[in-house]
């Protein structure tokens, strides 16, 4: 057996508190759906206890991560301390497992480049990660620490020299760039909806060698995300031959996501991660943004099979029981007023509504092409 999918147990009913967009259940509907249709097997689910204190620090300053265990313990700060590393301010809360959480997530994908590296794994699913916005010292945009950057460092540990960072989440990883510029080792692209926060992501700092960035206009459509990838994105990743793949797989690009304006299928999203996940062997696929509980449950959980080369069974409707653990979810959301859309809670895969390629992203691509001489 060569697929894992990595999660932990402390992400059921964990929810970042009342108000807040991650007030919601993800991973663990994600699992139920693959549970309840068989799709995922015991041996194949592997749960990850939070990762210790330095572990973390080939990243993290440690008087940050001590903190995170000061308010995961005390559920509060002084008022110094919460300024100081952006917690329990803001768009930061300190809730319940404000360390453990974020802890367990990047213990997963820690120890799925541990498994990739060993030749033990091949893919591996971890839909808790994803944490693309965290900083050493500071949390930001929903993120308290950045399980992307440890698993790229820990890839660098083990001796893979061709790292390939895909982030497809509908903001940019402002995080991931900053630590990682002008590093030779390491390949970041990333497509996000532009001007949206953090702001980052410029177009032109794609003649920066090891950057690509491809921020894309408002209601970015399925024929655009293909067209990207086709043309440009996997024949570059195709030349560079990396010897591991990080896919940052957030779910915020598709149609009905409130915190973007991007309108991707989930169909297409699923071409997209099918698409990307063969250019190397070895492939970590993490979660991200998704702040629709219904839509990305069933993103994520179609993202295993995706990585299993199993997609085919999507093509079916959604029985009873995964309807029903659809509807427990809870979501406070103006699209929900009058109950939960059928289409969401009908079939696996979105219906595609064909519309054109806009001249403004063929000329995204025309530009990225002339910079990196494609
Ligand atoms: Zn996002």
Redesign the pocket.
């Known amino acids: 057996m060569k697929n894992f999918l990595f999660s932990s147990k402390i992400f059921k009913g964990s929810r970042y508190g009342e108000g807040h967009p991650l007030n919601i259940d993800r991973v663990w509907p994600s699992l139920d759906l693959l549970k309840i249709m068989n799709w995922v097997s015991d041996e194949e689910l592997i749960f990850n206890e939070p990762a210790r204190i330095d572990e973390l620090t080939i990243f993290h300053d440690i008087d940050y991560l001590r903190i995170l265990q000061k308010a995961e313990k005390f559920q509060d700060l002084e008022l110094n301390e919460k300024k100081k590393y952006n917690l329990g301010v803001g768009v930061n809360p300190i809730f319940k497992e404000v360390y453990s959480r974020p802890a367990s997530a990047a213990k997963s994908s820690m120890r799925a480049i541990e498994f990739l590296a060993s030749g033990k794994a091949e893919k591996i699913l971890n839909f808790s990660g994803g944490t ?2 965290g900083r050493k010292n500071f949390a930001s ?1 929903f993120c308290f620490l950045n399980d992307c950057i440890l698993a790229i460092l820990k890839a660098k540990e083990f001796g893979f020299n061709k790292i390939l960072y895909i982030d497809l ?3 940019h990883c402002d995080a991931v760039q900053d630590y990682f510029l002008d590093d030779s080792n390491v390949q970041l692209i990333s497509i ?1 909806e532009k001007n949206k926060w953090p702001r980052t992501g410029k177009i032109e700092e794609s003649k920066i060698n090891n950057l690509m960035n491809i921020p894309v206009p408002e209601n970015f459509n399925d024929n655009e995300m293909l067209f990207i990838l086709d043309e440009l994105i996997i024949p570059y990743c195709k030349a560079l031959n990396p010897d591991i793949t990080i896919i940052q797989a ?1 779910t ?2 598709l149609k009905d996501d409130p ?2 304006k991007m309108i991707l299928s989930n169909s297409a999203y699923w071409q997209a991660i099918s698409k990307l996940k063969d250019i190397s062997t070895k492939t970590l696929i993490l979660g ?4 629709n509980p219904y839509i990305t449950a069933k993103a994520w959980a179609g993202n295993w099979l995706v990585l299993n080369s199993k997609e085919k069974l999507l093509q079916s409707k959604l029985n009873d029981e995964c309807k029903e653990i659809l509807r427990s979810l809870k979501w406070k959301n103006s699209r929900v007023r009058n109950g939960i859309p059928t289409k969401w809670l009908d079939k696996w895969i979105d219906d595609e509504v064909g519309m054109p390629i806009r001249d403004e992203v063929k000329g995204i691509v025309l530009y990225i092409q002339k910079i990196k001489k494609l």
């Not at 991200?288 to 702040?291: D, F």
Request: proline share 0%; no cysteine; charged share 10%.
């Open positions: 693309h916005h945009g989440d509908a903001h996000h957030g915020d690009s915190q973007s991200g943004g998704g702040y």
